[in-house]
């Protein structure tokens, strides 16, 4: 962000919780100055009242959204310090650090000359009036406790902890604004922080992680929120903690968005300690059902019940989400008689989204009979992405790639290119392997490069979902995310795009070269904006044949595709394997070039990190996350 250099007239200034900034100059934003001068200069006319300036100045400040601009804006003038204050403080993080850091530029300790700034913050919110600005509050990181093994042996809550849970509770009690809190930090919230939040008349939303370490505490039941809208416990751990949360489930009436996340040890450890009763059991034993709109359950491991009927309103739900907490295909046995898939679902006309990561026979089966409008659908494999070196191989390097007698290469930079009359080198369709390239077939295939024993149960039930989705949800589809065990052969790809002509965003694995892939579903559905060629499960065939390559050749090749060209679709994201690809939004953006003699248009395609992509459902959704 261009900026300018403003001096402050009283010295240098001073940051939200005391810090000198060590200069007498503050960098303000362009876009603000364009912002005041244009008040200035609005109200020097006469036809301007006092409410349009007052609105213009409004506006200005409401154009900020990041904390440093804004800062800087406090200190610019006494006017914009009033305007810009209870926007800096509507939202307050507080992340607190096991050890003291260090500023990079001056090698000092942060805090240095008073506490460290997850102290400084809470002293500011408890003695300064921002605090009634407050309306999103948040705790986060890692806190440490000193005496833990003395304190639990004496079955005492440590010093520190319980000074903690007063200083957020003497703040809590001190904003009147408050929608949003979040607890995140590695120490259990204590009964005293439960009360100050449970007098809060406007809380909306609440997030609260338990810590995944066993020190005492008192247990306790949450009490009532009668406001709250949006709620989501993580590491729930009963044998940790007992602490019982089924009266905020029952009495909080007005939750429509629950996130439960149970600890991982208890699936590790094979320990059955909460079932869906203990947690919904006064819902179900009432005429009640919650209202809710989206359920997310991850790591539930408890005894085969799978009934949730009555639970909420089905007519409402419309996002539901089991992550590891519903039997699948390639379970050990060890879990068959504890997890299984749900038994009862109730039809959900409004669903709109399904996300898990368990596949089997009986899913697929209420699969067909859950919705009338699914859009999207996702199935995560679990697997971590990670960026691949941004290295350039030479493709006469990259092993059978066939080249034409010219030396010439496409120009290529991050910009657009500029061609002199380079005539690039002749591109093949695909790359082939050293282990024979790709192999086709007419149906999924029944085995996967890489894919273990327990994967056979999984491919086999390929064909039946692939056939649920296209005859059940053809004409509503829009997103679709499968696993990369089941590899999609070109008619399996032909009757998907037939079937699902409204798909935007596809995820799949397949035996075909991916420009193959590309083409056939580039052409087909012409509302595609993203498509993603998963690699097979435990390896990185297709991402290690794409590197080999040279990922150049890629954008090259990618560029001059007939769906690249401009009037042809809205293809914006590509993923080959581990690697992502960005196309040019504007279809005019590249070069007019010439391919084996005939003047071919050349589109801007480069290669992105995987944080371009975070955004995209098919990247975003695939992760074992709630």
């Known amino acids: 962000m261009m900026s300018a250099m403003i001096a402050h007239p009283n010295g240098p200034p001073q940051g939200r919780f005391g810090e000198s900034f060590g200069t007498d100059r503050v960098s303000l934003p362009l876009n603000l100055l364009l912002h005041t001068i244009s008040f200035v200069s609005s109200a020097r006319a006469a036809a301007v009242g006092a409410h349009g300036r007052a609105r213009k100045l409004t506006h200005a400040t409401s154009q900020l959204d990041d904390p440093a601009d804004l800062a800087r804006a406090c200190r610019t003038c006494r006017i914009l310090h009033y305007m810009c204050l209870p926007q800096l403080y509507s939202h307050v993080i507080l992340r607190s650090y096991d050890h003291i850091r260090y500023q990079e530029d001056t090698a000092k300790p942060e805090g240095v000359g008073g506490g460290s700034p997850f102290a400084m913050g809470l002293n500011a919110l408890i003695t300064r009036n921002v605090v009634n600005y407050v309306r999103n509050f948040e705790v986060a990181g890692e806190w440490r406790d000193y005496g833990l093994e003395e304190n639990a042996r004496a079955g005492r809550i440590p010093d520190g902890g319980m000074m903690l849970g007063l200083l957020i509770?003497?703040?809590?009690?001190?904003?009147?604004?408050?929608?949003?809190?979040?607890?995140?930090?590695?120490?259990?919230?204590?009964?005293?922080?439960?009360?100050?939040?449970?007098?809060?008349?406007?809380?909306?939303?609440?997030?609260?992680?338990?810590?995944?370490?066993?020190?005492?505490?008192?247990?306790?039941?949450?009490?009532?929120?009668?406001?709250?809208?949006?709620?989501?416990?993580?590491?729930?751990?009963?044998?940790?903690?007992?602490?019982?949360?089924?009266?905020?489930?029952?009495?909080?009436?007005?939750?429509?968005?629950?996130?439960?996340?149970?600890?991982?040890?208890?699936?590790?450890?094979?320990?059955?300690?909460?079932?869906?009763?203990?947690?919904?059991?006064?819902?179900?034993?009432?005429?009640?059902?919650?209202?809710?709109?989206?359920?997310?359950?991850?790591?539930?491991?408890?005894?085969?019940?799978?009934?949730y009927r009555d639970l909420y309103v089905p007519e409402l739900m419309e996002e539901f989400v089991l992550i590891d907490s519903a039997g699948g295909a390639n379970d050990d046995a060890s879990l068959s008689f504890v997890s299984g898939p749900p038994v009862h679902l109730p039809s959900m006309e409004r669903l709109h989204t399904l996300r898990g990561n368990k596949v089997s026979r009986r899913h697929c089966q209420i699969m067909s009979k859950l919705a009338k409008t699914l859009q999207r659908y996702f199935l995560i494999s679990g697997r971590e992405l990670r960026d691949r070196p941004f290295t350039l191989t030479p493709p006469s390097q990259a092993g059978d790639v066939s080249q034409s007698s010219t030396p010439n290469t496409l120009p290529y930079d991050n910009n657009t290119p500029s061609v002199n009359g380079a005539t690039p080198r002749s591109l093949p369709d695909h790359a082939t392997t050293a282990s024979g390239g790709y192999r086709r077939s007419s149906s999924i295939v029944a085995s996967s490069p890489g894919s273990t024993n327990n994967d056979g149960p999984v491919i086999a039930l390929g064909p039946f979902y692939l056939e649920t989705i296209c005859a059940c949800y053809g004409n509503t589809m829009t997103h679709l995310l499968l696993l990369p065990q089941w590899r999609l052969s070109d008619a399996n790809l032909d009757k998907l795009a037939k079937s699902c002509p409204?798909?935007?965003?596809?995820?799949?694995?397949?035996?075909?070269?991916?420009?193959?892939?590309?083409?056939?579903?580039?052409?087909?559905?012409?509302?595609?904006?993203?498509?993603?060629?998963?690699?097979?499960?435990?390896?990185?065939?297709?991402?290690?044949?794409?590197?080999?390559?040279?990922?150049?050749?890629?954008?090259?090749?990618?560029?001059?595709?007939?769906?690249?060209?401009?009037?042809?679709?809205?293809?914006?994201?590509?993923?080959?394997?581990?690697?992502?690809?960005e196309v040019a939004s504007d279809a005019r953006s590249g070069a007019e070039v010439e391919v084996d003699g005939e003047r071919r248009w050349w589109r801007n395609v480069r290669r992105v990190p995987l944080k371009r992509v975070r955004d995209v459902d098919i990247w975003a959704k695939d992760r074992l996350v709630i």
């Open 169 to 307: 509770r003497a703040s809590l009690d001190r904003m009147p604004q408050l929608q949003s809190f979040s607890w995140t930090l590695n120490t259990k919230m204590l009964p005293n922080v439960w009360a100050g939040l449970a007098s809060k008349p406007n809380l909306k939303s609440l997030t609260i992680r338990f810590p995944n370490r066993r020190l005492p505490s008192p247990s306790l039941t949450a009490p009532t929120f009668p406001s709250l809208n949006y709620l989501k416990i993580t590491d729930i751990d009963p044998l940790c903690y007992p602490d019982n949360i089924s009266e905020l489930l029952f009495t909080s009436r007005k939750i429509e968005y629950l996130y439960l996340h149970f600890s991982p040890r208890m699936r590790l450890e094979r320990e059955p300690s909460i079932n869906i009763h203990s947690l919904f059991g006064k819902v179900r034993t009432s005429d009640y059902r919650m209202h809710l709109k989206i359920f997310c359950m991850q790591n539930l491991y408890a005894q085969n019940d799978g009934n």
């Open 502 to 581: 409204g798909l935007r965003q596809l995820g799949a694995a397949t035996d075909s070269p991916p420009l193959d892939v590309l083409r056939i579903m580039a052409n087909a559905l012409p509302g595609l904006t993203a498509i993603r060629i998963l690699d097979y499960p435990e390896g990185t065939d297709i991402t290690d044949a794409t590197v080999a390559l040279g990922t150049d050749w890629y954008e090259q090749r990618l560029g001059l595709e007939k769906w690249a060209q401009p009037g042809r679709g809205k293809l914006r994201w590509i993923g080959i394997g581990e690697l992502a690809f």
